[in-house]
């Protein structure tokens, strides 16, 4: 399989670079405080105006990632993609159903089984994102092959 040319790998890094500690910090946090946060979130959903206005935020976002970045080759590429389309999904469903995101906020926080999932979960992505910062930061793109179609 070929290798992406040089300027997408150059985009896929930089991407990572900003994405990385960002999930890594975030997600580290909240993981930690996500049993603390119930008082939160309810007092976010309870107000319409700043949940429209995180969705709107959180679907530009995604679709700044997606419009950017559109590759596809190799592991860090689908990454940077798949979790442009997980923000602006989630900013999407923020903006057209918040009544059932709150629900599900809401059974998340109440089930002991499920906010130890929810805890996992965000540990996983603290994970991806360590792992995003050391390839956007420490790594460099490899030279693409000889017999690759230039794009």
Do not use: K
């Not at 689908?78 to 997980?86: D, P, R, V, Y």
């Not at 809401?106 to 499920?114: E, F, K, N, V, Y």
């Amino acid at each position: 399989m070929p290798t992406a040319d040089l300027d997408a790998q150059r985009r896929t890094r930089a991407f990572a670079r900003v994405i990385g500690p960002y999930v890594a910090v975030f997600t580290t946090v909240y993981t930690i405080r996500l049993p603390s946060l119930q008082g939160l979130t309810n007092e976010l959903f309870a107000d319409p105006v700043p949940i429209l206005m995180l969705g709107a935020l959180m679907l530009g976002a995604g679709l700044v990632i997606i419009g950017g970045h559109r590759s596809w080759r190799g592991p860090l590429a689908i990454t940077i993609s798949l979790f442009g389309w997980f923000v602006a999904i989630r900013g999407f469903m923020l903006i057209a159903i918040p009544d059932t995101v709150s629900s599900a906020v809401d059974a998340t926080m109440l089930s002991p089984t499920a906010l130890l999932l929810a805890r996992l979960f965000f540990g996983a992505l603290a994970v991806m994102g360590l792992i995003l910062t050391y390839a956007g930061w420490f790594t460099q793109p490899r030279a693409p092959h000889a017999n690759a179609s230039p794009a």
